[in-house]
């Protein structure tokens, strides 16, 4: 006999459609990370609007999520440009008046620039393409989400927001910028019916992250650079943030979640296949 579910708690009715009928909005939905979510939320149901910086992109993951069967619409938009959000966001709400899910994943650590040599338009540029996007969309879509009864917001930073980061430290800063923001508004909109929760990528294969390309014939690092031993792929993003995106987590707001192989969590000690232990400060890995 199965425990009663409370009826308050909402019923998955289909485990293999999560999403059935609902309407999501995803950022950089082109490549990499945002084209796994795209994919896995289509897959699940969802009728998935994309904003996407480049034409050639949108049009790929337009045809492929259709070749499967699902229902998707691009939209080529720069949503580092606020006017270009305004725009996106009436041209997909006068088709669908309400959306569910909404995931944020435009993000680059590119150009990297030294903080030293750094000035205020590497920051100003760093803030636009990790930060203030994030506030645009999310306010242009929020309301059409509490009108509809509530939803979910899926935010995408980096482990780099949620530890210390020397190689940009403004990078890390908006990165960290995401995070407070999704524990911020998920207290402030929990009792509007709007969840709202985070990822934070390591150690996944993307065009702008390329391990296959950069790291090749290194294969055997990856034993020591992740606990879990192995590189990560879009798609392992993409299930954390179906969890998130569904009622699987009613229940769960406000959070930031490493999904990093466990880098996050091993800290500064690495795996060292020649001493057959944990060092933290390697000699020879
Ligand atoms: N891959 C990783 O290991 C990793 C690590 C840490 C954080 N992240 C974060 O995950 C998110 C996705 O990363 P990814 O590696 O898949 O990136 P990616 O560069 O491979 O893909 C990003 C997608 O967003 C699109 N895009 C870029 N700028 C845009 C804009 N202004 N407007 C609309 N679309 C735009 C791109 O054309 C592309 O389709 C980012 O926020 C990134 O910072 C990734």
Known sequence: MSAQVP????PIADWNRLLDGRVAVVTGGGVGIGAAIVSLFAQHGAH???????????RVVEA???ATGGSIRTHVCDVTDPGA???FAATVLAEHPTVQVLVNNVGDYRPISRFRTSGPESWQGMFEVNLLHVFAVTRAFLDPMIAGGGGAIVNVHSVEGMRGYPGDPVYGAMKAGVAAFTTDLAVAMGRHGVR???IG???TQTPQVDYLTNWQGLEHMWESWAPVGRLGWPEDQARVALFLASDLSAFVTGHNIPVDGGSKAGGGWFWSPTEKRF???PRTL
């Open 85 to 87: 959000v305004e725009v």
């Open 279 to 281: 060092v933290n400060r």
């Open 196 to 198: 709202v929760n985070a």
């Open 48 to 58: 998935v609007e994309v904003a996407e910086i480049d034409p050639e992109r949108a």
């Open 7 to 10: 009826e308050n708690v909402p």
């Open 64 to 66: 492929d999520v259709r």
């Open 201 to 203: 990528p390591d150690l």
